[in-house]
Structure formats: C-alpha cells, structure tokens
C-alpha cells in the first residue's frame, strides 16, 4: 500500500470532498427536491396522549380552498409499520406486537400520533384546511412513565392486553447468584438514562410521487438506509413489488439514528401519490420534530456489582425496564436487549453476569435507537458502578480497572453474554490517556480550583462497545428480521475512472471522502477519478445502510472486496494484451506489469481495453470492467478505549463547566485522521449534552415539556472545551482493512466520565450520586441536601 | 402564518396612522418574539405594522448624562456602540448577553420592552437605571411602565419610540441564562445613581420584572457584596419550571446580587 499520510490513500486526512456543496448550500436534501405539479401534506397529530377518537369530520377541510384530499386512518387501509426485530421473552413467547397504522385508527397513543393527512396546492392551505377538521376525542388516562404503564390499569394497547412488551434475560442467573452468595463486597446502584430528542439538523422530509404511466413509485426521503425503508414499506406496508418502488435518500443533514426507521409520513405520501394523481410533500417542521421523530435511550436500570476481597468483579446483576414508547419503532426492541445488555462484560473480566430487560409500552413517542443504540445504556451502568464499588472499597478508581481488564494478551475473549471480542488494549488507552489528561497535577489543579471557591473533580470511562454491525447468522439467532452484511459495486468506465455504488448511506459522515480514498489506496487512482454514489436504489444493487458504526467496517469491507475482484479482472485483461499469465502479472501504483520484465499497461489502458475488446477471447474473457461484492462480517468489531473528564463545580450556583475532555480511542486502522476526529468530536459532544444538558421530560399528562429549543438544551460550541482527541490500538482481525468503526464511540464513551467527575468533584462536600443530566439545580440541590 | 396586511411606514406618524386604521393591527419591529407567535399560529393580527423602515427610531445618543436609545436599535448595536460602553458599560454588556448572535442582530430594544416577557433582560436595567419610556404619546418612567407578566403601560397603538437611561456611576448586570434559551432565569441590575440604589431583578417573578427593597437598602448604607450576602429572597411568587425551582431561583438572586456588586 502506498504511503498514504501525505496522498489520498489510507492514513491520510484529506480535506472532505462533500464540504463544498454543503457549505456553499449546494446540497441536494430532500426539501430542495421539487417534482413537476408538486402538491403538499400536512399532517394533522393528535394532542393527547391517550385518547378514543370518536368522530372525526374533514368535511369542510375537503372544500377548504385547494385542497385536494383528506385521509384518516378509516381511508388509509394498509399494513402495520413493521418492526425488525423480535424478541422472546425468557418464558419463550414472543413479545407483545401491537398493530401500528401510518395513520391512527380509533385511538390516538401520543401526543403526535398521526390522525389525518390533508393534502393542497400549498403547503398553507393544507394547514389551514386542517385546522378545520373536527376530532372528537374522549381523552383516556395516560401510562406516561414506565412505572405508571406497569402499575395502572390504563393499556396503551387494548388488544395485546398488557403494557409488558416483552420479559428478556441474558446470561446465567444461578451462575451470578452463586457469585453474589460469596462475595466480599456489593455494590449496588440505581440509575436513570435520560430520554433524549436526537434533533438532526435537516428535518425529516419526504416526497411521494406515482407515475401511471409505467405503475412505479418513487420516494425521496430523509432515511439512512433507503433499500430497507423499499423493503419494509413496500412489503410490509402498502404492498408494491421492489421493482415498481424506487427510494432516494439524497443529502441528508444528520441523522443519529432517527432517521433509520420506517416512518408513518413515508408510507403516506407514496400511498397518497396515486390517489391524487400529483407527488405529495411532506416536510415536518422542528416542533413537529419533537413529537414525531423517534427518540432515545428511555432506561432505569437497578445493578448490583459482587467483588472478591481484592476488588476483582465475579458477578454483574442487572434490572432493566426500557421504555418503548406508544408503537415498535423499527429497531427498538434490539436496542435495550441485543445492543446492550450483550455489552455488560465491558472491558473487564466479569466472570458471570445475567441481566434481566424488561420493555414497556407508555404513551410517549416511540423511542428507538440514538447514536450508540443501547451501548451508551450499559457503559453507563458499568463506568458508574465500578466508580461507586472503588469509592465503597477504598480502592483507586484506576486501579480497580487495571485490577479487572481483559489483559491484551487474552483474546479472543469470550464474555458470559455472548460476545467474543476479537482484539483491544485497554491498558494502553489507559495509560496514553492519563498522561494526556495530566493526571499526575491534577492534585494541584483541584488545590488550585478550591482557592477560588470551586470544586474540581476528574471521572474516567475505560469503555468498549460492539459495532460494525452486524453478522448476519449471529443476529438473525438474536431475532433480526434482516441479514446486516453491506454491498458494493466498483465500475470502472472505459477512460479509467471509477464509480462506486455503496449500500451504505452518508448523512454527514464523509464516506464520499474516506471510501473514495480506499479505492485511491488500493487502485492508486487520484480522488478525482472516483465518485461515490450512495442512497438511490435504483443506482445501488442493494444496502442496508449506516448505523451501528458499520459502514467502514462492513461497507468499506464490501467495497474492497470489489475492488479485488476489479484488479483481478484486471489482471487477465492486462495478461491478454501482454501475452503474459495472469499469475504472472503484478499490480503496483497503477501499473500492472509482469513480474520480471518492463513490459506493462497502466489502469486506464487496461480499463479502455476492456471496453475496446477487439480481440478478446470471448469464452474466456468477458469485456467490461465492473464488480460487485456482499461481505457479511464474521463478528462485531470492538472500539474501546479511556474518556477522562475533567469538571469545575461552582457551589454557589450549581454549574458544572467541563474544563477538559480527553479522549484516546481503539477505533482500528484509521482510514481519514481527520474524519476520525471530527466524528469523536460530534459524539462527545451528544455524550456531554446527554450528561449535562439534555433531557426530554413529559407532563403527568403526557405532554412534551421540552418541546422546542426554547426549553431542551441542545449543547452549543461554548459548552465545550477544546477536546485532546487521539487514537491508538489494535486492529480488528476479521476484516482485511482492520477497521472498527468511531460513529458512536464518543457518545458511548464519555456521559460516565462526565458524571464520574461530577461526583468526584462534590464527593467531599458530601454528595454520593448524581443523575444525568447534571443541571446546575440538581448539582444546587444535592449540595444543599449534603449539607 | 395566517395572513395579513403588511404595512412598512417612513415615520412614526404614519405607523400609528396605519395601526388606526387597522381593525387588529401589531407593530413588527426585530420579529424575534412576532415571526414565531405568528408561525405557530398564536396570534392573527389583521395588519402588521413594521417599524424598519422608521429611520427617527435608530439610534444611540449620549449627553447631559443621559443615554438615549432609539426603540428600533437592535442589540448588537448598542453592544458594540463605544458611547455606550464608556456612558454605561452595564447595559452595552447586557445586550452583549442577550441570546445569540443572530437574535443580537435582529431583536430591539423596543420591542424587547414593550413585549416585558419575565425572562427579558433590558427590564431589569430601565427599572434599575431609573430610564424613561418614551412613546408616540407621552413618556412613561419605568417603574410605572412593567405592570405585569408581558404587561405594559402602554396603550393600544401607542409605539415606543426610544428609550432614556440616565447615567449613574455604578451600575452592573449579571445573569443565569437558562440554559436551553439563554433568555435570563435570574437576572439582576444593581444600579446606584440618580435614581438612587437600586436592584431589579429579571426571569424570577412571577409578575416579572421586580425590585428588591431589603437589598436596595442594605447597599444604600455599604454598596458592598458582603452588605447583602444575607438578604434572602423569598420563594413565593418566584416562578417554577423545569429548569429551576422557586426556591433555587430564590437563592440564585442573592447570588446574581452579589456578583453584581462585586462586578463594580
Ligand atoms: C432564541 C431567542 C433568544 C432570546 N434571548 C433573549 C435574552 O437572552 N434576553 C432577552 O432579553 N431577550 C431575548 N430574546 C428576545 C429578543 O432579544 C427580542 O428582544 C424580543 O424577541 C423582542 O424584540 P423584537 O425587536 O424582535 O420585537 P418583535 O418580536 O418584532 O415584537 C415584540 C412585541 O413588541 C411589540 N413592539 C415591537 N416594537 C415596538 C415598539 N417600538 N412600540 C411598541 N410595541 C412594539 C410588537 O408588536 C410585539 O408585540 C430572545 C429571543 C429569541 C428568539
């Protein structure tokens, strides 16, 4: 492989070949795309929680001025939004799965839930028309907390009979249990993971557009892995062939993971798009936002922690109730269990864990995966009570770590809930961040702080989480409805430039850039003789998108594996013309030459032959210069790695600065520096917001109380310090490129770190606990209650 | 939005004219607190009188002790106006404080006073500073012009049409933005000039904006931090959301308080 670190090839941080559209407003999102004769939807949402819909009378919306058609949920007689996955409870039956219609039927479960479509010429006159449609509801009681759906009467779904979705467990009970019996020491400790609004920049948005001419549909859509929303809405939902359904996700600004599910307002404007006989748009608006888009996290967790005498972990026991909100969004129930209970071991050698998830239907909008999906909820758990077990057996919260890593002479390790991890080196990213991190002044800083009144506290994280998601044969076992390998298609046209088809999706990731400096790498072409084409499935034979930090490492995997075969094929062109054996034949720097002589044809010349096949033998060597390639990966990938935080309290006020964050990060083979960065950046960013900032808090009633901007605090640059963001580690030893993945790992890694500081920082004043988000009040408060 | 009728008068005469005439006219000044209320539909005006084309409404002056602003200044500008900061640093530096950079850019000091939302920052320094509202009618002293949660003295039509804040010699503002809004949870303008030793305080009261008499005369004696570090406030009629109790809003105005004092 070529030197990359000064080229374009891998190692190298260049600049992201997709900023200069985005910045200079070029982009192509959903909302620029205007289709000839364009009509508009807007969405009528209900404003209960819970409630029966006794009548509803469009009547006078339907004569309202432009408009062209109003639906409810009696007209829009289509399937359920499905769900992904399914989980069996530890009884053995299968969760609870209640039906899911694009437009509510008889009942409204959310403040939000879609009630009516109204479509018009104008995107005003379908909103004003909706204002004249007459609902009749008869509000019903509210399950508006996971404890108020366990305990009350009030059923968020009549006909499944219970607000219990579903009563999971992983691990050996008897074997934790045993453990517990003998154990020198147990810690105990019950935490909250806040509900957080995932607020990607651009809105959801969608295009519905039907052509009667050829009897094939067209949706564009804000989505993050356009073949499964084909798949999920034209087999599931409206019942129209892969053939006849195109889906383009064109730029998408942000998603975080709301923008993977299958969302009502999708189905509605394909659907509608015949009906009306013009395409329908549908953009929400940011209150709308609020209310519709899936959000995140939602758990209570109770753990208990046995230690030996000597601080060493023998067994983990956790509770877990998740909340799942009103439907099953399209991942959700995979995310408390699979994506998180599965990561309980960390980065230690717990020896026996069971953990027990329970997941609830509330009144609340759907919750489902958001950036990290259930890796955040256990490496929260565990950061916070390895702190908590070092504070109550004296040990120091560093060493009681060193005390339990997988040592990095142990893998493959196998932990007791189901994961084999296949490399990492704790110890190093340990060591690499306390150093970077000062640990050794950070005595005198805290001494420092106290001369003026303020109190300085320093927590840790040595997380690990599993990504590149995901072998298909292991999560199909686990209840995945879908296989997760990634696809990819590398044409080479006859001047030797090259188009690559990824099934993966970038929303502000920069595949354009960091896949087309594989290609680069490997073909030793310049980035501008590659494109790289995603989120069309009519361009791109198939993908399954970009979540779970897997589109480097299962995406990137399937893109080199292509470009193998390109080079291959290359090589019996190349052995053709040069009268040589193929296997004779050497491909270096863009040249393929055979070995030993000076005789050889450079890329484009082979690529133009294979265009210009004038004497090809036909029977044995077909002309064209185009591969595609699946990849299913043999495991997860493993990033791990040690997020120190440093915070400043203000007792006064309660307000807690973060005055440096470090970060050291396994993300393996790192392919753009740069990107790597910027990605860690971004996810410890949402980690700070979630731990300090952030929350999304519903009245007893089961209204959004932070609704808009006005009132949740999304993090903003002067929240931040400059963060130290490096990486260092170990390669992933089942894909040849030897990536892990870093989409998630800063969000992952860095909320315990945060609050661990938190604590540090008022532990001598006193205060034992502390919940996310650590908002000045509650700081105030839990120093006014220590006293 | 529903729609309306938009008028974009030259001079505060023909702005009230057009309110006149108009059956439920609003004024429309920086929009930063309008364009939302009509985007979300909470307000239906029939008309929508805007003031950005009044030039006699722009502008900062300062002389005879006296800072005067044109109720159509955005904030921005009266951050950055180096009258302004050598007359009365304080109020340069609350409006340097005031949202972000694009609401600095936008909102005015007219229509953040004539809107008196309890969050806003410029009430505590008119009531503080002693400043007089002045109006297409009359003027109107600040302490009669804050009659309530987003209530003024002002009239139906009646357009604000600058603002005067007489110097003192010391005067400071600190605030605990709410985090999300940035808008004041506590705010509070200590001020000891003409208008004597005065402490308003913004984003606390139920009422909104409000002074505090045990404060104003602790620092009458001693214009120290220490002279009020024990006057506590009282909880009741302070406000109570999500991001802070009565109680913790309570004991943040002895601490915005002091801070105030020591600033100086
Ligand atoms: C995100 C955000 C953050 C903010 N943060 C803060 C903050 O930290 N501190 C703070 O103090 N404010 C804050 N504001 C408010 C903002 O600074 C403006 O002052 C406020 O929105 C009103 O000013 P405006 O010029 O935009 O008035 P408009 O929105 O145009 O008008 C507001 C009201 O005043 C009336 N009005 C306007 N001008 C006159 C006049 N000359 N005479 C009579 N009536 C008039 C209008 O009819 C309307 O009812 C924030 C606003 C936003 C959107």
């Known amino acids: ?26 982009g192509n999102y959903t909302d620029d795309i205007n289709r000839p004769g364009q009509s508009y939807a807007y969405i009528l949402r209900s404003p209960h929680a819970h409630a029966k819909i006794t009548s509803i009378d469009s009547s006078a919306a339907k004569a309202a001025a432009g408009v062209l058609a109003v639906f409810t949920g009696e007209d829009m007689q289509v399937g359920s939004l499905p769900c992904g996955w399914q989980i069996h409870s530890k009884d053995g039956s299968p969760m609870l799965e209640p039906e899911h219609p694009p437009l509510a039927k008889g009942k409204v479960r959310y403040v939000g839930d879609q009630v009516a479509v109204v479509i018009a010429d104008t995107y005003s006159q379908a909103k004003d028309a909706a204002e004249s449609i007459v609902v009749n509801y008869e509000v019903l009681p509210a399950a508006v907390s996971m404890s108020d759906a366990l305990t009350d009467k009030s059923l968020v779904h009549d006909d499944i009979g219970s607000n219990l979705c579903f009563d999971w467990e992983i691990g050996d009970e008897a074997a934790v249990d045993e453990a517990m019996s003998k154990a020198a020491h147990i810690t105990k400790i019950d935490l909250v993971n806040n509900r957080l609004v995932p607020n990607a920049m651009e809105p959801r948005a969608a295009v519905g557009e039907f052509d009667a001419a050829t009897g094939e549909y067209t949706l564009y859509t804000t989505s993050q892995n356009p073949h499964v929303i084909r798949l999920l809405m034209g087999a599931f939902v409206l019942s129209i062939p892969e053939h006849k359904l195109r889906v383009v996700a064109p730029d998408v600004g942000g998603g975080f993971g709301s923008k993977i599910y299958h969302y009502a307002e999708e189905a509605i404007v394909t659907w509608a798009a015949p009906k009306i006989g013009r395409p329908i748009k549908w953009v929400a608006d940011r209150s709308e936002a609020f209310i519709s888009d899936a959000h995140g996290r939602d758990q209570i967790n109770h753990a208990e922690l046995a230690l030996d005498a000597n601080g060493k972990f023998l067994a983990l ?14 991942f959700a129930p995979c995310v408390p269990t699979y994506l998180s209970a599965t990561l309980l071991a960390g980065t230690y050698t717990t020896p026996a864990i069971h953990a027990n998830v329970k997941a609830i239907f509330t009144n609340t909008v759907p919750v489902d995966a958001y950036r990290g999906a259930g890796r955040p909820e256990s490496t929260y758990l565990i950061e916070r009570i390895v702190d908590q077990a070092a504070r109550e057996t004296g040990i120091d919260k560093v060493e009681i770590r060193r005390r339990n890593f997988i040592p990095a ?71 995945a409805r879908a296989g997760l390998y990634e696809s990819a298609e590398v044409r080479v046209h006859p001047t030797g430039s ?33 494109e790289i084409s995603h989120g069309d499935t009519n361009k791109v034979q198939f993908g399954m998108g970009t979540y779970g930090s897997r589109s480097l490492a299962v995406g990137g995997e399937a893109l080199i594996r292509a470009v193998d075969k390109i080079i291959d094929k290359a090589k019996k062109i190349a052995a053709h013309v040069l009268e040589a054996s193929a296997d004779d034949i050497e491909f270096k720097d863009g040249n393929f030459t055979v070995a030993g002589t000076d005789r050889s044809m450079a890329f484009g010349e082979v690529a133009l032959t294979a265009y210009v096949p004038h004497n090809f033998p036909h029977d044995e060597l077909e002309p064209g210069l185009d591969e595609k390639a699946f990849y299913d990966p043999a495991n997860f990938t493993y990033p791990g790695g040690c997020h120190i935080c440093e915070v400043e309290i203000d007792p006064e006020t309660g307000v807690t600065e973060v005055i440096k964050f470090t970060a050291v990060d396994d993300v393996g083979r790192v392919i753009n520096p740069m990107i790597v960065e910027g990605q860690v950046h971004g996810g410890v960013a949402q980690g700070i917001g979630q731990a300090l900032l952030e929350y999304a808090a519903y009245d007893d ?16 640059a002067d929240n931040f310090p400059k963060f130290d963001v490096t990486t260092e580690g170990t390669l992933c030893t089942h894909n040849t490129l030897g990536v892990k993945g870093v989409g998630e790992v800063g969000a992952i890694g860095s909320p315990p770190a945060v609050i661990n500081a938190v604590i540090d920082a008022l532990w001598d004043r006193g205060v034992r606990d502390m919940s996310m988000p650590a908002t000045p009040e509650k700081v105030w408060s839990a120093l006014q209650a220590a006293e | 939005m529903y729609e309306f009728e938009h008028h974009k008068p030259a001079s505060v005469a023909d702005a009230a004219s057009a309110m006149k005439g108009a059956d439920d006219g609003k004024l429309l000044a920086g929009g930063q607190t309008m364009i939302p209320t009509l985007k979300q539909r909470l307000a239906s005006p029939s008309d929508l009188v805007d003031l950005g084309g009044i030039a006699e409404l722009k502008g900062i002056s300062v002389s005879g002790g006296t800072v005067t602003i044109g109720a159509m200044t955005n904030h921005a500008a009266v951050a950055a106006s180096a009258d302004i900061k050598s007359a009365l640093p304080a109020l340069a530096e609350l409006a340097d404080h005031i949202g972000d950079a694009q609401v600095r850019n936008r909102g005015t000091i007219g229509g953040s006073v004539a809107n008196n939302d309890p969050a806003a920052d410029y009430p505590a320094a008119c009531l503080a500073l002693g400043a007089t509202i002045h109006t297409s009618q009359r003027d109107i002293a600040a302490d009669d012009f804050f009659t309530g949660l987003f209530e003024t003295a002002l009239e139906e039509d009646e357009i604000i049409t600058k603002i005067s804040f007489p110097v003192a010699n010391k005067a400071a503002y600190v605030k605990f933005p709410n985090p999300a809004s940035r808008y004041a949870l506590v705010g509070v303008f200590v001020a000891d000039g003409p208008a004597g030793t005065r402490v308003a305080v913004t984003g606390a009261g139920q009422d909104g904006v409000f002074r505090v008499p045990e404060m104003e005369s602790a620092l009458s004696g001693n214009f120290s931090a220490d002279a009020i570090a024990n006057v506590k406030v009282s909880a009741d009629n302070l406000n109570a959301d999500i991001h802070a109790s009565a109680d913790y809003r309570a004991h943040l105005i002895t601490v915005m308080a002091k801070r105030a004092v020591a600033k100086i």
Request: glycine share 12%; net charge neutral.
């Open chain 1, 701 to 716: 009633s089961g209204q959004l109380v932070t609704g808009s901007f006005m009132d949740y605090t999304m993090p903003r």
């Open chain 1, 498 to 530: 090259v188009t690559v088809f990824t099934g993966t999706h970038s929303h502000g990731q920069g595949h354009e850039t960091t896949f087309a400096q594989l290609v680069s790498d490997r073909l030793g072409l310049p980035m501008e003789n590659i």
């Open chain 1, 409 to 479: 002479d142990a893998f493959p390790y196998q932990t007791p809930v189901a994961l084999q991890y296949d490399s990492g080196d704790y110890e190093a990213t340990l060591s690499s961040a306390t150093k970077i991190a000062d640990v050794a002044g950070f005595a005198a800083r805290k001494a420092e702080a106290a001369s003026r009144g303020k109190l300085r506290g320093m927590g840790y994280s040595t997380y690990l989480e599993a990504c590149g998601i995901a072998p298909s044969a292991v999560v199909g076992s686990l209840g």
């Open chain 1, 317 to 330: 026991k956790v509770q877990t109730q998740a909340n799942m909100g009103a439907y099953l969004s399209t």
């Open chain 1, 1 to 26: 492989m070529p030197d990359g670190t000064t080229g374009t090839g891998i190692g190298a941080a260049v600049k992201r070949v997709e900023d200069f559209r985005f910045l200079t407003g070029k």
